[in-house]
């Protein structure tokens, strides 16, 4: 069993660092760290946000990664206060990343948008549950967090 120190220092059962694969343990320790948070420009505190998360999933758990985080995006949606809906997108491989090269042509890359009421509400899913689901699920399809962020929806026009 893995364990996030303080520190930020991936350990093993018996408290020793454990080597392995470098992605891996970025994504176990960027999945831990919350992210910025959000500069407000006269906007209130509780305005609605979205947090993105680009994901790396190998080719041969893509499939059964989708269908996973289709039924944890709606249970999320349904049980965790503030967070109010899912946008699940495929698309291609990041251009610009230079550690992405590694990865070749073997993997999925996936952008997802949790739409939530507020900063606040997503302060208290990062603290009380985000890291253990993190931790198990890059375990079992073995993806790379590439990138998260935390945008606020200044306004919306219509056609």
């Given at each position: 069993m893995l364990e996030i120190h303080?520190?930020?220092?991936?350990?093993?059962?018996?408290?020793?660092?454990?080597s392995g694969d470098y992605l891996k343990q970025t994504s176990i320790l960027y999945a831990?760290?919350?992210?910025?948070i959000i500069p407000l420009v006269d906007i209130p505190s509780d305005?609605?946000?979205?947090?993105?998360v680009n994901l790396s999933v190998p080719?041969?758990?893509?499939?059964?990664?989708?269908?996973?985080?289709?039924?944890?995006?709606?249970?999320?949606?349904?049980?965790?206060?503030?967070?109010?809906?899912?946008?699940?997108?495929?698309?291609?491989?990041?251009?610009?990343l230079h550690w992405l090269s590694e990865e070749g042509d073997s993997k999925c890359y996936f952008l997802i948008q949790y739409h939530i009421r507020s900063q606040e509400?997503?302060?208290?899913y990062l603290k009380n549950g985000q890291t253990k689901v993190s931790v198990t699920e890059i375990d079992r399809f073995k993806y790379n967090i590439i990138s998260r962020r935390v945008i606020?929806?200044?306004f919306t026009i219509s056609a």
């Open positions: 303080n520190d930020n220092i991936i350990t093993n059962k018996i408290n020793q660092p454990k831990s760290n919350p992210p910025t305005s609605k946000i979205i947090y993105e080719k041969e758990k893509a499939n059964e990664f989708v269908e996973w985080l289709n039924i944890y995006s709606r249970v999320l949606c349904q049980t965790i206060p503030g967070f109010t809906n899912c946008n699940v997108f495929s698309q291609p491989k990041p251009f610009g509400y997503l302060k208290e606020r929806n200044l």
